[in-house]
């Protein structure tokens, strides 16, 4: 039995594209931080001394840049937020970084172009003005926009 479309579409999100493990050489506790990037955000999870863990989630939305301080043999990530936030996370192999800061600028760019729904509805309305839709497949469309954006 296959699960509903909605669950499915749940757990594509849910897995991880990319995962990057902090080196145990530049970890400050006995577990490294550690980067997972998925398909709608980027979580980064820093362990803490007694059985604690502090995990930053951040939506592609949110990300304003994301910089690469490459060295000899490791590397480090930096993710900044648009509110003056984000996190680094040092000591990660080269090829690693690098890969991640490809995928992350893939996915970043690509959220990042798509149409805001004020623009959306102004390309519908001009569509309906010059006779190209009718009021019914306006408001159709005009529903669509709205649930994508939501």
């Known amino acids: 039995m296959f699960p509903p479309a909605d669950a499915a579409g749940a757990a ?5 594209l990319l995962s990057l493990r902090q080196s145990r050489l530049f970890a400050h506790s006995p577990s490294p931080e550690t980067i997972t990037v998925y398909s709608d955000r980027v979580e980064y999870a820093r362990p803490g001394l007694v059985a604690r863990r502090r995990t930053v989630t951040i939506r592609y939305e949110q990300v304003s840049q994301v ?11 930096a993710v900044e937020t648009t509110g ?4 680094v996370i040092d000591g990660v192999r080269r090829p690693d970084a690098d890969a991640a800061k ?8 690509g959220v990042h172009a798509r ?3 004020a623009e959306a509805l102004e390309r519908l309305s001009r569509l309906r003005e010059n006779g190209l839709l009718t009021d019914f497949e306006y408001a159709a469309a005009k529903g669509a926009v709205f649930r994508s954006a939501a």
């Open 12 to 16: 594509a999100d849910q897995r991880a």
């Open 67 to 77: 910089t690469l301080d490459r060295r000899l043999i490791w590397s480090a990530l």
């Open 84 to 87: 003056g936030g984000g996190f």
């Open 102 to 109: 490809t995928k992350l600028d893939q996915l970043i760019a």
């Open 115 to 117: 149409e805001s729904v």
